[in-house]
């Protein structure tokens, strides 16, 4: 481990841990009968029962821990990669809004606004990775394997939102610091360099909107969009690069004119007067980016540590980070090469998890197939959403992040029928079951019960419904 692998070795393939896939929707069960719409084992059954264990062998159970085990120290290791990336950003912004004569000494701070949007940016990305941080938490006390992965991929789309985030962050630090060697230079029109900052912040504003929505068709479709966007900030990066170089030319060439002029005694009389140049020192433009040969940007990071990949690797095959969003950041940090090609190596997506494998975990369902949209089951009941929220359900850990898109039959079975005021008189209800198992459990333990006790009944009884246990966000 440590040693660094070029996207040429990567080719190869890496090596990967075989986890367990991520659970499809499973069929009804069979035998519904009109007092009972749902054969089910009685909730009674203990634990290490069948019906709790489909897989049936210690096993089985021992690999799915491993896998949440695995994936937990992946996600871990993920957040502090990115929270460092934020923070260099962060202390970038702060020294640029306090840089004198650059570009908080131009036109009364007329160029802080764009440094301000990158903290306002900034402030959203390091409030979901605080959220993905406690969710991890959380996760890492739950007992339920399952119910741990189930935990992390709820707090995938945040890690994702604020990876791809970070990347075009860097990308508008890399622009701010040129901005300001620049102005302070005054190499180049205040007024035109202002009109390009703009036109780059509203290239940048949609991509931003769409990561900090965190709906996740949103942030998968900016994410492969991303390559392309920052492929063409580059090529105006460069041209904004020559342009100053050209610059900076003249002005090296009017500054010899200016001491011939005053060096002749007969045109004393000439106010030839030009601003002085500060000592001429080598830019360094960016964070994320530099300048190669002919003025080309690249990226920094042209090789990849096995640890990364294989982290990727584990978060990808565990469903928690989407392969998309994990090739593109590949890409963008690989350079101006890759963002101008539609796909990754073979191999390289072999290292990340891009196989038979991962793709079958995509399941498409009805919704999936253009019919009608998949019900969002709430599986903590929306009207007891008081008492969750009295025993720490509120914020990232929210009920409404606790739903699952089931087939409507299935939403209707567990419910007692299409009729709710019928279903609610059958004791094995969904809602009706769920709060007396927990209601139980309290009243066995003699206190309000914690978050991860709730979970793991909840848990338990997803399994023994059948219900994936695949989150996705619902509605208030």
Known sequence: MGVLLGLGLLTTGCASLNTPRVAAALALAEGLGEEHPLALPSPTEPEDSEGLHPRGSREAVTDAG???FSAHVAFVGAVEEVSASTRRVSSELSRLEASYPGIAGVGNGLFLDYVGYGQRQLRWMDAELAAATRLATAASQVEDADMQLALLRLAGPR?????????LLAVWCDFLRLTDATLSRRLYGVETLFMRMDRWQKMLEPAMTALSSLEPGQVEAAAQDMPALVGHLTREFDALHAAVLRGAEARQKMLVLKEFIEALTTLSVLKFTLPALRAATPLTLGMG???GGGGVMMGTRIVVSAEWVEMMNRLVRAGVLSLPAVSAAVRIQAGQVLMAHGELPRGVRDALGDGPEVRGMRVTDRAGAGMAESPRHHVMPKEFREWFEKRGFTVEMDIDQFCVKLEQAHHQAIHGGGNWKLGRTWPDEWNQMIMTVLRQAESKAGRMLTPDAILKLVAR??????????FVPGSR
Not at 461 to 470: A, D, G, L, Q, T
């Open 289 to 291: 980016f530099m300048v």
């Open 159 to 167: 890690l994702e939102a604020a990876m791809m985030g970070s990347l």
């Open 461 to 470: 009884e997803m399994k023994r419904y059948k219900i994936p246990m695949n």
């Open 66 to 68: 491993l896998s949440a």
